[in-house]
């Protein structure tokens, strides 16, 4: 069965609520043939009150594939009896012995709210499908399921059953919603997760779980720019977020792989130089016993960064001048002196006050003018003479 239409809707149950409004491809209970595959392509997918998309088998043949491909897809609530949750699922009934078929959903955006689930599973003897979602938004919220169930101990080297593949920016789950794979029976392993992922957010008592009852766990794989509010546990909780493998014990637990970048979120993004700038603060007294001027120095190499919001390069060179021949490019080295003598510089006076000269220009002079004092924010140092 394939569907081409602008937008899909499907609403409700029947008036008794034993049928639900929805599309299916199956096999029927003794049949021998595999089921057919169904296929939606749409621009926006809606589903709601107890509405299904479903293929299966009931026989001994394979159950169909189940792809959908849209640009919004919306999973929202249950039947009004309460007994129906609107949703995706590829499986296999209780009395089938063939394989199910897998569930593919390509889309920019996947809801999945209010008890509505995505599902891939097994209720015979036959292996469960594979569950891979591709979106760049996932959000599961309030009761949401992304679910794998098999209690098949059928192995395929080639390939696993019941497991969820999640390709996505952002995966949000919150209010009890759960990403779980669930396996029951003797020798039946669970079915993996793996997630990829920039962040995973989970909130609100939601969980990440791949468990057996009655044997080996399954593995969960997480790869992530940043994962918040859930993390891993030995046991899950019902008042936190956790992440769990575990198995008929604890030998049997599955393994957890969270791969993160190796990012300290405590880090500035700047590096500072290693090298403190020398700041000082000062009022010096001068000779009789005068305050000086209150000066603000910073000393040591580099200097003031070009503003304020860039960091203090301490990559700064001091290079000292040398004296050139300007009448001899290429000078003789007998001629030049063993030892060069140059007189002592004259001292330089700190101009301190500003006054106009006979031109009534402005210009620095060591001189300080007579002024009338104010009263400084800086407490004045005390300056005794002896």
Do not use: Y
């Not at 008036?15 to 296929?39: H, I, K, Q, W, Y």
């Not at 390509?106 to 995505?118: F, M, Q, S």
């Amino acid at each position: 069965m394939t569907v081409d239409a602008q937008d899909v809707q499907l609403i409700g149950t029947s008036a008794v609520g034993r049928v639900a409004s929805g599309l299916f491809a199956s096999a029927e209970r003794n049949s021998t043939g595999d089921a057919g595959d169904l296929t939606i392509k749409t621009n926006a997918l809606l589903m709601r009150d107890g509405a299904q998309v479903s293929v299966a088998t009931d026989g001994t043949g394979k159950g169909g594939n189940l792809t959908v491909d849209a640009q919004d897809i919306q999973l929202i609530g249950i039947s009004a009896d309460g007994w129906v949750a609107s949703g995706l699922s590829a499986s296999t009934e209780r009395n089938s012995t063939g394989d199910a078929g897998d569930l593919t959903i390509k889309t920019n955006a996947l809801l999945v709210r209010d008890g509505a689930e995505i599902t891939v599973q097994s209720l015979g003897t036959g292996t469960a499908g594979i569950m891979t979602l591709n979106s760049p938004s996932i959000r599961l919220d309030n009761n949401a399921l992304l679910i794998g169930n098999t209690q098949s101990a059928r192995v395929n080297p080639n390939r696993e059953q019941a497991t969820i593949n999640i390709n996505s920016e952002n995966l949000i789950i919150s209010r009890n919603s759960n990403i779980r794979t669930n396996a029951r029976g003797e020798n039946v392993i669970g079915g993996n997760i793996n997630i990829d992922t920039d962040f995973l957010i989970g909130f609100e008592n939601s969980d990440i779980s791949a468990n057996s009852a009655n044997f080996l766990g399954g593995n969960v794989r997480i790869n992530a720019q940043g994962i918040f509010g859930i993390q891993f546990r030995d046991v899950a909780s019902d008042k936190t977020n956790d992440i769990t493998a575990t198995g008929a014990s604890s030998e049997l637990s599955g393994n957890v792989e969270i791969n993160t970048p190796d990012v300290d979120p405590n880090s500035g993004l700047v590096n500072l130089p290693t090298i403190p700038v020398d700041t000082q603060v000062a009022q010096t007294c001068q000779a009789g016993g005068n305050l000086a001027k209150s000066s603000f120095t910073i000393t040591g190499r580099g200097g003031l960064p070009p503003n304020p919001g860039e960091a203090l390069n301490t990559d700064a060179v001091q290079v000292d001048l040398i004296t050139l021949n300007p009448n001899n490019d290429h000078p003789d080295r007998s001629s030049v002196p063993s030892k060069i003598t140059t007189p002592a510089p004259e001292p330089i006076i700190e101009a301190t006050g500003l006054a106009l000269n006979e031109k009534g220009e402005v210009v620095l002079t060591a001189n300080l003018p007579t002024t009338t004092p104010h009263n400084p924010w800086l407490k004045p140092a005390s300056c005794r003479v002896s």
